[in-house]
């Protein structure tokens, strides 16, 4: 906690620092003094609900908790970034008045301007653009592919973080009603179906239970769902959390695999379904085993790997000899719920982070879905919920 508190106290110094600036440019350039008066105010409003809300019990609350945190916290991010934004065009349009000329009053306009343009792009996200999904068709064309499976077509969904929406199931209804009119072959769903608790998937259990296809609803665990993110009064309460959701996933007709592998079939040929526990990198925790799941992963049969955290296929499949997994299915990303003419802040921290990538000889694929929840901030700013249609070809 002391940790947490020493940065929220650092950025709030620099908010207030912020907020005084603002306020002496209105004291000065406003003839009347409300302006003034309605940014200060506004200011310690917004201070003293972001340091009530750093102290709420996230880990230990529940679910609405969470939201109000969630919620109070960005709100304030898009008031101050717009703030940052225009305090650094005013100022930089003072600096000809440091070299005894006028101000360029046009740099401060634009500021303004720039300023209110973050503010709308955010809450659009956080209205508008975090329910528009987007379907995303792709080809993977794999060698020895079983000949009936020539055109088999996938429909990958991934990270929902069904706390996020609370007990309103529109989105979840309307992610349902779409995957359905694509009419799949199979439906898989790579992880991070909750937040921190099983609890908060009971409103959205009957919706999620309409997902259908003629192969089934097979999915995996991320590393939101095994109940890390929240404080336990012991380690049987938290395996009981896991329990439950892995309860209602076969409630909802979902095959869970638990590394594990089932087996697709059509007429005589077949296509093996893998998929592994939460395997990732640091600080993510390792639950997974592909050895478990499939224990001869070299042989010749035709697989498709789930597997939530994209760095399992960099760090152990891609370019491996011994690994004969010709497409790998992951989440995780988000694309950090950020993406804006292809650039996601999301590739400073992984070199696979939404989209197709094949290793050097185009024998291992990986697509990554960048998801349809959020988590963190309820935005997507670009990177719109994305649901993709996978379709493989022999080569």
């Given at each position: 906690?002391r940790?947490?508190?020493?940065p929220?106290?650092?950025?709030?110094?620099?908010?207030?620092?912020?907020d005084?600036?603002?306020?002496?440019?209105?004291?000065?350039r406003?003839s009347?003094i409300?302006p003034?008066?309605?940014?200060?105010?506004?200011?310690?409003v917004f201070?003293?609900?972001v340091?009530a809300?750093i102290?709420?019990?996230?880990?230990?609350?529940?679910?609405?908790?969470?939201?109000?945190?969630?919620?109070t916290l960005y709100?304030?991010?898009?008031?101050?970034?717009?703030?940052?934004?225009?305090?650094?065009?005013?100022?930089?349009?003072r600096?000809?008045?440091m070299?005894?000329?006028g101000?360029?009053?046009?740099?401060?306009v634009?500021?303004?301007?720039?300023?209110?343009?973050?503010?709308?792009?955010?809450?659009?996200?956080?209205?508008?653009?975090?329910?528009?999904?987007?379907?995303?068709?792709?080809?993977i064309a794999i060698?020895?592919?079983?000949?009936?499976?020539?055109?088999?077509r996938i429909?990958?969904?991934?990270?929902?973080?069904?706390?996020t929406?609370?007990s309103?199931?529109?989105?979840?209804?309307?992610?349902?009603?779409?995957?359905?009119?694509?009419r799949?072959?199979v439906?898989?769903?790579?992880g991070?179906?909750?937040?921190?608790?099983?609890?908060e998937?009971?409103p959205?259990?009957?919706?999620?239970?309409?997902?259908?296809?003629?192969?089934g609803?097979?999915s995996?665990l991320?590393?939101?769902?095994?109940?890390?993110?929240?404080?336990?009064?012991?380690?049987i309460?938290k395996l009981?959390?896991?329990n439950?959701?892995?309860?209602?996933?076969?409630?909802?007709?979902?095959?869970?695999?638990l590394?594990?592998?089932?087996?697709?079939?059509?007429?005589?040929?077949?296509?093996a379904?893998v998929?592994?526990?939460n395997?990732g990198d640091p600080p993510?925790?390792?639950?997974?085993?592909?050895?478990?799941?499939?224990?001869n992963?070299?042989?010749s049969?035709?697989?498709?790997?789930l597997t939530?955290n994209?760095?399992?296929w960099?760090?152990?499949?891609?370019n491996?000899?011994e690994?004969?997994?010709?497409?790998?299915?992951?989440?995780h990303?988000?694309?950090?719920q950020?993406e804006v003419?292809?650039?996601?802040p999301?590739?400073?921290r992984?070199?696979?982070?939404?989209?197709?990538?094949n290793d050097?000889?185009?024998?291992?694929h990986?697509?990554?879905?960048?998801g349809?929840?959020?988590?963190?901030?309820?935005a997507?700013?670009g990177?719109t919920?994305e649901i993709?249609?996978?379709?493989?070809r022999?080569?």
């Amino acid at each position: 906690m002391r940790l947490l508190l020493f940065p929220v106290i650092i950025i709030i110094l620099v908010n207030i620092l912020v907020d005084s600036y603002i306020y002496g440019i209105l004291r000065r350039r406003c003839s009347r003094i409300w302006p003034s008066q309605v940014q200060a105010w506004s200011a310690l409003v917004f201070q003293l609900a972001v340091l009530a809300a750093i102290c709420l019990p996230r880990r230990g609350g529940d679910n609405a908790v969470l939201l109000a945190v969630m919620w109070t916290l960005y709100a304030y991010l898009t008031v101050y970034l717009p703030k940052y934004v225009f305090v650094v065009f005013d100022f930089v349009s003072r600096i000809p008045a440091m070299m005894h000329r006028g101000r360029a009053k046009w740099l401060s306009v634009a500021g303004v301007g720039f300023a209110l343009a973050v503010f709308v792009a955010m809450w659009w996200g956080a209205l508008v653009n975090r329910h528009n999904l987007q379907v995303k068709e792709c080809e993977i064309a794999i060698e020895n592919l079983p000949k009936e499976f020539d055109g088999f077509r996938i429909a990958q969904i991934s990270d929902l973080h069904v706390g996020t929406f609370g007990s309103d199931t529109a989105f979840v209804h309307s992610l349902v009603d779409k995957v359905n009119s694509l009419r799949p072959d199979v439906v898989v769903f790579t992880g991070d179906i909750v937040n921190s608790r099983t609890s908060e998937l009971l409103p959205h259990i009957k919706p999620l239970s309409r997902l259908q296809a003629p192969h089934g609803v097979f999915s995996i665990l991320g590393n939101h769902d095994y109940g890390d993110y929240s404080d336990w009064p012991n380690d049987i309460a938290k395996l009981q959390n896991l329990n439950e959701l892995i309860a209602f996933q076969k409630e909802m007709g979902w095959r869970l695999l638990l590394n594990e592998t089932d087996f697709l079939h059509i007429g005589n040929d077949s296509i093996a379904l893998v998929g592994v526990e939460n395997i990732g990198d640091p600080p993510f925790k390792v639950y997974g085993s592909l050895a478990k799941a499939y224990p001869n992963p070299s042989d010749s049969v035709t697989k498709v790997l789930l597997t939530h955290n994209p760095a399992h296929w960099t760090d152990s499949i891609a370019n491996n000899p011994e690994i004969n997994i010709p497409l790998t299915l992951s989440g995780h990303t988000h694309a950090m719920q950020m993406e804006v003419a292809g650039w996601s802040p999301a590739m400073w921290r992984y070199d696979t982070w939404g989209g197709l990538y094949n290793d050097a000889d185009s024998t291992h694929h990986l697509y990554v879905n960048i998801g349809d929840g959020t988590v963190g901030f309820p935005a997507r700013i670009g990177a719109t919920p994305e649901i993709t249609i996978l379709t493989l070809r022999k080569r």
